[in-house]
């Protein structure tokens, strides 16, 4: 019979297909394709040799295992080939399988071992007297790499065997064959690694196994952290062998050899079905991947008289599972809102089999991972959905992509609340700004609103919370100051008397201080220490919201002081981590630093740009750490803890409408909500010090004094007192030390009372 033209075109056009896969695969760990298309390229080119065969060739990929070794490691030749193993992908073919093995030995039913299939690489370890003398990838099947170095890093494998040699003992020549695989937590730790460092992400753990086995260097493939299971036998010499299967097992296991211990002796199709079920079932249990399950005849004269074909024995087979990896195509992509703000974006996909499940959307994760992978709308990607683990994108086969794809663009308003969506400078992750009022984020922001180091209301936990917002009672932190008696004892489980405690505790939370208020709305980046540095630094909350950017970030850049000096000063300062100015009395910090900056060695800079500099730092503690370019570009912030993130995320969240009407709703004094002007921090407050002279005032301290200003501040607070960083027609008291600056001024045109350092021990006395 003549082969069709278009056939043979064909089956060259497959060849050549396979080849590469083959390399990608074996030889660089970095398949192009998911294994599901691979497997329909390969047994498309067998159903045409079978239907011809004057188009089967000896160098057939179909009859070919695996790749030829690469010539970086050194080549061992196998004593017995390494062959690959037969599939069946469905019930059909292994009951096929099974019946062509009980003609062949025509015996009625089979015992076999079964065993899961490993998703790793095949290694073959060369035991001699014991010891581990040599081990080998499978290579081509005939020769592998050396990789005895690599191997003997591995953890599970014994570099000498247990026991001694002899007649109950080992042979003094013992081949074991067995797969290298890594488990899915050290698979995420290795690509969580690569991604951090721009190293190679690998799509799968089989190919992070071979990708961390085949390395030169033996002491990257320890740092991996591999794992093995030995399941055969090759080449034996000097002993007596056991004639089953799973007899050699046990006895490889008793010598220290890692088995699976998944293994088992079933007997008959049906009990091969029944453990490829139960397994399958477990299989997002395992801690390591498995593909399916090998069944091999048990009885090793049985596997004798059966024999091979030319790239697998007769005598086993692979029962595969269905497959965790599929191409598909994008046909959109969206972006979902977590509870937390974060855009994830999803991909639309055309619907697709992977694991067994139809899968029609996949995580791309955030827009870092998108660009890296370069995923556009229209291309054709590689879907993995292993496990529980929610469908995910792993890359795009640009090789496909078609004419005018788009790129995904990040949306400009959350889908939810329609608040401006910011990703800030060097985030992966983009995230809506709109936290106290955006539905998404609605739980997380009262949870968070309530919490103890927040406004500390007492008794609203998160169930509770969840409650409120799933009824509708509560879409936002201000409502929670609005509810009722009647409201709350509605709800499931709520008494009169927790409804009672509950009023009470939101009723005293009102009495808090600015910097809980700002911690409290879970502005992104915003945590305790920065809140407190807000607070004291602005003083009340309106000049904080109407904070622009120059005050957060003063960048202005600082007279006299470029890119050269910058770079002059930090490298001085990094030379010198442990000098610093004197203090001396009479001298503000601010006055030293200035001066001390002038007297150093540092290129190009000038008596005037040390004072502004010294002017804007205050502190040196305020300068180190901080980049050249930073310094230039004046992007320090006069606030502690505050940089062009923190500073972006604040204006952001200020300048979002919903939620500056929240923050309104809170300060309505028809509900009174909110009042930090009442006592600071009560919890601070010792009993019996409630009638101090200074409690419920407001202090201002400017200057330097004889004590650090966190003691005194921490002392005038235990009184009561709240301490603010600027004078402001609400202060009380403005304590100044020496060289007082321009808050003194401020306070005498205001009138307010100003005492110095005499005051002090008095004041702090109480
Ligand atoms: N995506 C691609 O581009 C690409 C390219 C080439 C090959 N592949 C994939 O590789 C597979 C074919 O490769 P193969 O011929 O190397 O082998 P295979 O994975 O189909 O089967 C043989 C191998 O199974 C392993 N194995 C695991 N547990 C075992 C056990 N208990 N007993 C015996 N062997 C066990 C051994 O390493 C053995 O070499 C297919 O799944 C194919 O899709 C994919
Ligand atoms: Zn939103």
Known sequence: MSVPASERERAEVLRRSIEYH?????????????????????????????????????????QRVGAEPVSSFDEVEHRLPMLSLANAFDEQELRDFDRRVREALGIERVRYSAEPKLDGLAVSLLYQDGILTQAATRGDGHRGEDVTAQVRTIRDVPLRLRGSEGADGWPSLLEVRGEVFLTYARFEAINEHARRSGGKVFANPRNAAAGSLRQLDPSITAARGLSMFCYGLGAVEGASWSDSHSGSLVRIAHW???????????????????????????????????????????????????????????????????????????????????????????????????????????????????????????????????????????????????????????????????????????EAVARCTGGLFCPAQRKEAIKHFASRRAMDIEGLGDKLVSQLVDTGLVEDPADLYRLSLEQLTQLDRMGEKSAQNLLAALDTSRRTTLARFIYALGIREVGEATARALAEHFGDLDALMGAGAAELLAPAGIKGVGIKTAEALVSYLEGHPDESPEPSPGVSVQEALAEWLATRPIRGLKPDAARAIAERFERIERLRGISAAALAAGQASPIEGIGPVVAAHIRAFFSQPHNREVIAKLRDPEIGAIDWEAPSDTAMVEPGRASAPLNGKTVVITGSLSLPRDEIKRRLEAQGAKVTGSVSKNTDLLIAGADPGGKLSRAQDLGIEVVGEEALDDLLAG
Not at 280 to 303: E, S, T
Not at 327 to 345: D, M
């Open 22 to 62: 083959n390399d990608r695969y074996y030889r660089q760990d970095d398949p192009e394709i998911p294994d599901a298309e691979y497997d329909r390229l390969l047994r498309e080119l067998q159903d045409l040799e079978a239907r011809y065969p004057e188009l089967r060739r000896a160098d057939s990929p179909t």
């Open 256 to 426: 220290g050899l890692p088995v699976s211990p998944e293994q088992r002796v079933v007997e008959g199709v049906e009990d091969c079905i029944g453990y490829h079920t139960a397994i399958g079932a477990r299989r997002n249990q395992l801690d390591y991947a498995i593909d399916g399950v090998v069944f091999k005849v048990d009885r090793r004269p049985d596997q004798e008289r059966l024999g091979f074909v030319a790239r697998a024995p007769r005598w086993a087979i692979a029962y595969k599972f269905p497959a965790q990896e599929e191409l598909t195509t994008v046909e959109a992509v969206e972006f979902q809102v977590g509870r937390t703000g974060a855009l994830t974006p999803v991909a639309r996909l055309a619907p697709v089999q992977v694991g067994g499940v139809t899968v029609s959307n996949a995580t791309l994760h955030n827009m870092d991972e998108i660009e890296r992978k370069d995923v556009r709308i229209g291309d054709t990607v590689y879907v993995r959905r292993a496990g529980d683990v929610i469908p995910e994108v792993i890359r795009a086969l640009p090789e496909r992509r078609p004419f005018g794809a788009e790129p995904v663009q990040l949306p400009a308003h959350c889908p939810v609340c329609h608040s401006d969506v910011l990703r800030a400078e060097g």
